[in-house]
């Protein structure tokens, strides 16, 4: 038998390991957040500090790594010039919430949170 792709069963897709979990997410934001930067309603969660490459997607899929963000804000070229500012108010938001840090956070608290 030989293994692989044929139309008649494709390969499954692998979803993206950095991928943020929307329902926490949603837990700690709520239906509608405001864009860190400039308060206007965010459209998206931006990846701060990016999607970590080939060796640390997961660990960039931390909710301390999801900023909300306006697609005006979200597009800036000098987005990562605001990276720790962002941190910072996403590490206060996720204090007030009921959520209940894991390992992936830890570490990406570690690598990037003087």
């Known amino acids: ?3 692989g792709w044929n ?8 979803s993206d390991p ?3 979990n929307k329902l926490i997410l949603n837990d700690i934001w709520g239906d509608y957040p405001t864009c860190l930067l400039c308060e206007a309603n965010a459209i998206e969660f931006h990846h701060c500090y ?7 997607r997961l660990v960039h ?5 999801a900023s909300p963000l306006c ?6 070229g000098d987005i990562k010039a605001y990276s720790q500012e ?7 938001a996720v204090g007030k919430s009921n ?4 390992d992936k956070d830890a570490v990406f608290l570690h690598l990037y949170r003087p």
């Open 1 to 3: 038998m030989v293994y």
């Open 7 to 14: 139309r008649l069963c494709p390969p499954k897709k692998m």
């Open 18 to 20: 950095s991928i943020f």
């Open 50 to 56: 990016g999607r970590g490459g080939k060796k640390r």
């Open 61 to 65: 899929s931390s909710v301390f790594n």
């Open 71 to 76: 697609r005006k804000c979200h597009a800036r």
């Open 86 to 92: 962002l941190l910072e108010k996403v590490v206060t």
């Open 99 to 102: 959520y209940i840090m894991d």
